[in-house]
C-alpha cells in the first residue's frame, strides 16, 4: 500500500511548548523517511531524515522518533517558536526508485 | 548555496492553452522529478528523470502532460491543453548521485491557475 498517513490536520501550540506530528505507514519497502517544512508559497524544504535502522534522530529542536514494528514515525518540535509555523509533510521512499510518497500535510501555529 | 531554479513562478492561462515550466536542478544532480501539489495536500509525483531517461512517469496524465529532460539537465514539463483541474503549484526536485539515498531538493514551484 503506497500510503502515508499524518495527523493531525491542523495544530496549534503556544510559544515555548511541544509540537508532535504522527505518520503512520504500511508499505513495508519504505527506507527512508523525511520531513519537509513548508512555508506558504514555498516549495518544501528538507527538515529532518530518518532510515528505520535508526529509533531516533535529534538535530537542534527537531527530533523523529521512529517505531518500525508498529510502521509509524513521528516529528516532535521542542521549545517551538512563532518562526516554526508552516505545513509539515513526512515522506517516505520506497526502497526502488527514490519516489517519495507524502502525508497530507500538518499545519502548525505557534502562538506568541 | 546550490538551489533547484524554476520558473516561470506564476502562471494564469485560460482552459484549452498550453503552458510550460521549466526546471534547473543542481549542479550535478543526476536524478530530477516534478511533483504536482494541490492545495492544502502533499506534493505527488508525476515524473522522475535518471539523466535524460524517464524512470517512472506512472501519475503522469500522458494525454496532456509531456516531459524531457534532452540533455540531461534542464527539463521542461508541459500541459496541452490546459484544465480547471491542473491548478495547482509544480514543483521540481533533484537529488544527487546514484546511489539512491540522497536527500530531494525542492524548487520554489511553479504556481498554474487556469481560469
Known amino acids: 500500500q503506497q500510503q502515508v498517513k499524518q495527523s493531525p490536520q491542523s495544530l496549534i501550540v503556544q510559544k515555548g511548548g511541544i509540537s508532535i506530528i504522527n505518520c503512520a505507514y504500511e508499505?513495508?519497502?519504505?527506507?527512508?523517511f523525511p520531513w519537509y517544512q513548508q512555508f506558504p508559497g514555498k516549495g518544501p524544504a528538507l527538515l529532518i531524515a530518518i532510515r528505520p535502522d535508526v529509533s531516533e534522530k535529534k538535530e537542534g529542536r527537531f527530533t523523529i522518533s521512529f517505531n518500525k514494528s508498529a510502521k509509524q514515525f513521528s516529528l516532535h518540535i521542542m521549545d517551538s517558536q512563532p518562526g516554526d509555523s508552516a505545513t509539515y509533510f513526512c515522506a517516505a521512499r520506497s526502497n526502488w526508485g527514490g519516489k517519495l510518497i507524502f502525508g497530507q500535510g500538518t499545519e502548525l501555529s505557534v502562538k506568541p | 548555496e546550490a538551489e533547484v531554479a524554476q520558473s516561470p513562478r506564476y502562471k494564469i492561462t485560460e482552459k484549452s492553452q498550453a503552458v510550460a515550466f521549466w526546471c534547473d536542478p543542481i549542479s550535478g544532480h543526476a536524478t530530477l522529478y516534478w511533483y504536482r501539489q494541490i492545495l492544502g495536500q502533499g506534493p505527488e509525483l508525476l515524473v522522475q528523470f535518471q539523466d535524460e531517461s524517464v524512470v517512472d512517469d506512472s501519475q503522469l496524465p500522458k494525454d496532456r502532460f509531456s516531459a524531457e529532460r534532452l540533455k540531461g539537465v534542464d527539463s521542461t514539463l508541459k500541459i496541452q491543453p490546459a484544465e480547471l483541474g491542473d491548478s495547482a503549484m509544480y514543483l521540481c526536485?533533484?537529488?544527487?548521485?546514484?546511489?539512491?539515498?540522497?536527500?530531494?531538493?525542492f524548487g520554489p514551484g511553479t504556481r498554474l491557475t487556469v481560469l
Open positions: 508499505n513495508t519497502a519504505f527506507d527512508y
Open positions: 526536485a533533484s537529488s544527487g548521485p546514484r546511489d539512491g539515498y540522497n536527500e530531494q531538493f
